[in-house]
């Protein structure tokens, strides 16, 4: 009789601590509803950074000053760094916020350049020495009309700033001849940005504007390759092609600056 009590009460408190099949459903409910949950949404926002070297001749005239002439200039982008002033060296930056398709920009350029050129008028021989420090500074706004897996393309509203500081001295067989200026001017721009994706971390991306006000006309072109490498960090080379016409009084700068363009994205 004893026996079979003991085994009752045993079967009892074994049956009492051992977890019922609902209750093991219930309690691991809670694990598999928080796998189920779903990503969170990304930011709209996104910001960047993108350093570059453009390695940009320049061909064009430059005039300062009533009792100098115009100084042919042309330094090929193949010898831009023998023309290069490198103190302040040069610096090329590209800054963007972006919320969702709205963007802002900045793209800042300094560039110092050497730039000598023979002249010769008959029987004379002379030399015509042109020493230019430029700041461009494109920046505005932009939104993206068309935005999905395959590209996108983008309306640019801005400006472009220039600054030139420019040095000339004119040298002749009997007497030298030396003038210098700065001028610091803005026109406002329009253009349009493209992107096409390609697969594989590739996109090619184009963008061109024009504008004026200051200027008589500036304009340029921007075509590169791109390739993804990381999420946060995309790699690109290409060519640009920049131009403007300035004048105002004795000063002339009418100048197209062109060569192969390399850089990099930073996103955070």
């Known amino acids: 009789m004893r026996k079979a009590i003991g ?12 977890p019922s099949e609902a209750g093991a459903q219930e309690t ?12 969170p949404v ?31 200039v042309d330094v090929a982008f193949k010898d831009i760094f023998k023309n290069i002033d490198w ?3 040069p610096t090329m930056v590209v800054g963007e916020v972006r919320y969702d398709r709205f963007a802002a920009f900045s793209d800042f350029i300094f560039l110092g350049l050497e730039a000598d050129h023979s002249v010769t008028k008959g029987p004379i021989a002379a030399s015509a020495e ?41 040298a002749g067989p009997f007497a030298g001849r030396q003038a210098s200026g700065n001028k610091t001017w803005v026109d406002a721009i329009v253009g349009l940005n493209t992107r096409i994706n390609l697969g594989g971390g590739f996109a090619l991306e184009g963008e061109a504007d024009v504008g004026g006000g200051a200027s008589k006309v500036d304009w340029q072109l921007l075509g590169t390759l791109q390739y993804q490498a990381e999420e946060w960090l995309t790699l ?13 009084g004795n000063f002339l700068y009418d100048v197209a600056l062109s060569g192969p363009i390399i850089g990099a994205t930073l996103r955070f």
């Open 28 to 39: 691991s409910a809670p694990a598999s509803t928080a796998t189920s949950q779903k990503a």
């Open 87 to 89: 103190f302040p060296p």
């Open 42 to 72: 990304p930011s709209p926002w996104s910001f960047s950074v993108s350093p570059y070297l453009w390695t940009a001749g320049m061909k064009g005239k430059v005039a300062v000053g009533s009792n100098l002439p115009a100084i042919d």
């Open 130 to 170: 042109a020493d230019l420090d430029t700041i461009v500074w494109t920046f505005g706004g932009s939104y993206r009309f068309i935005d999905n897996k395959f590209g996108s393309a983008g309306l640019l509203l801005g400006g472009r700033l220039w600054n030139v500081d420019a040095k000339g001295k004119f």
């Open 236 to 248: 690109q080379a290409g060519y640009r092609y920049l131009s403007v016409d300035f004048s105002d």
């Open 7 to 18: 085994a009752a009460v045993t079967a009892a408190m074994l049956w009492a601590f051992t």
